[in-house]
C-alpha cells in the first residue's frame, strides 16, 4: 500500500504565497495522476488541481493564475505553488494519487495539510 506524505502547509497573510509537497511512499511506482484537493470548513473535498501524462494540468476555476501543480516523476513527488492566497482559500489540502502497480489501478489519498490564510 502506498501512503502520501504532505507538507507545507501553515499559516499565511492574505497575498502571501506557500508551497506544498506529497511525496508517495513507494518509488518505481507508475502514478498516472497526481493532485491536490481541498476541503474548507462546512464544505465537501474539492479539486484544486492535476497533473497528469505529458504534464497536462487541470485547475479550479478560483485558483486558475494563482495556483500551480508541478512533479518530478522521477521522485514520486508533486508540489502546490499557491500564490495571492486568500482568506477563502483557508482549507485542509489533500494529495491524491492514482496509480497502476502489478497491472492493477489503485488510489491514495494524503492524510491532509492545514492551510490557513489570514486577512
Known amino acids: 500500500q502506498v501512503q502520501l506524505a504532505e507538507s507545507g502547509g501553515g499559516l499565511v497573510q492574505a497575498g502571501g504565497s506557500l508551497r506544498l509537497s506529497c511525496a508517495a511512499s513507494r518509488s518505481g511506482l507508475s502514478i498516472n495522476t497526481m493532485a491536490w484537493y481541498r476541503r474548507a470548513p462546512g464544505r465537501q473535498r474539492d479539486m484544486v488541481a492535476t497533473i497528469a501524462g505529458g504534464d497536462s494540468t487541470n485547475y479550479a476555476d478560483s485558483m486558475m493564475g494563482r495556483f500551480t501543480i508541478s512533479r518530478d516523476v522521477a521522485e514520486n513527488t508533486w508540489y502546490l505553488q499557491m500564490n495571492s492566497l486568500k482568506p477563502e482559500d483557508t482549507a485542509v489540502y489533500y494529495c491524491?494519487?492514482?496509480?497502476?502497480?502489478?497491472?492493477?489501478?489503485?488510489?491514495?489519498w494524503g492524510q491532509g495539510t492545514l492551510v490557513t490564510v489570514s486577512s
Open positions: 491524491y494519487a492514482e496509480y497502476t502497480f502489478l497491472r492493477h489501478l489503485f488510489d491514495a
